[in-house]
């Protein structure tokens, strides 16, 4: 590949990965403050984050995204 090419290419995947990003956060955003605004508000001690867990797990398998 010639150098320049190469740099196109990149650089148009580079746009397209930053165009994926800012759509994923525009979707995610409400429940993203929403979730931030709960853990805020529900405040456990280090180590001891007993619920903090429980919502996470709740919130990952809503979405899907395994865990363990």
Known sequence: LPISFA???????LVNMKNRIQQLLEKNKEITISNYRHLHTNPELSFHEVETANFICNELTKMNIPFR
Request: hydrophobic share 70%; charged share 15%.
């Open 7 to 13: 740099i196109i290419l990149f650089t148009k995947i």
